[in-house]
């Protein structure tokens, strides 16, 4: 009985989450998300932005900001080893575009479907863990802007279910994973290393 329920459950949930994909994916679509969701979510092309905040760091902040970039890369790394290793590679969900009969209801946007898994997505894991470690460390210093990284980290995480990699569960996941160990490190940066108010900092290099 109780695995008939968990099973009724689950399905149910599944369902859902198809029917939510159908809607981002499908749905409530326009050619300029058509055109910006498939760059958006590409990893390498926000490689200057990753860049430039290295060499921020270093030049501003010397042995802390090598401490920063340390832990910020330290971050990224392990948010991706778990859900690789923790989810991908042990629930086995196919991506949607992969699943041969959910696949004909797919809008697919790329020229590719990746054969990974789909539970959880890395790009929303990954986004969202760097989005709360450069809250968490960095809003002493450029205060309620450091905001717009979760914004950066939510339009990344609905691309991926907008070009039709991943479902909505898939992100969802990703994201509270990201989040937990972005706050996490983040805390423990801050504890260590953490920066001064920014009045107290030397005048950042322009």
Do not use: E
């Not at 902040?61 to 080893?81: E, H, I, P, S």
């Not at 949607?96 to 004909?104: I, L, T, V």
């Not at 717009?148 to 569960?169: E, T």
């Amino acid at each position: 009985m109780v695995f008939f329920l968990q099973t009724t459950i689950w399905q149910k949930l599944v369902s859902m989450d198809q029917w939510l994909f159908t809607q981002l994916n499908s749905v409530y679509t326009n050619r300029v998300f058509d055109n910006i969701m498939p760059f958006m979510r590409n990893a390498m092309h926000w490689s200057p932005v990753y860049l430039f905040l290295i060499v921020f760091m270093l030049l501003n902040f010397n042995r802390k900001g090598a401490w920063w970039c340390l832990f910020f890369t330290a971050t990224v790394a392990l948010t991706d080893m778990t859900g690789t290793y923790l989810f991908k590679n042990t629930i086995h969900r196919i991506r949607p575009c992969n699943d041969h009969d959910f696949a004909p209801h797919v809008r697919m946007l790329l020229d590719h479907c990746s054969y990974g898994f789909s539970f959880i997505s890395n790009h929303a894991a990954n986004h969202f863990a760097m989005a709360a470690f450069f809250y968490i460390t960095m809003k002493s210093v450029l205060g309620k802007w450091t905001g717009l990284a979760f914004a950066w980290a939510a339009i990344v995480g609905y691309a991926q279910i907008y070009v039709g990699v991943h479902y909505p569960l898939d992100v969802l996941a990703g994201s509270l994973l990201g989040l937990t160990i972005g706050t996490l490190s983040g805390r423990l940066f801050n504890k260590r290393y953490g920066f001064a108010i920014f009045g107290n900092q030397p005048t950042l290099s322009s």
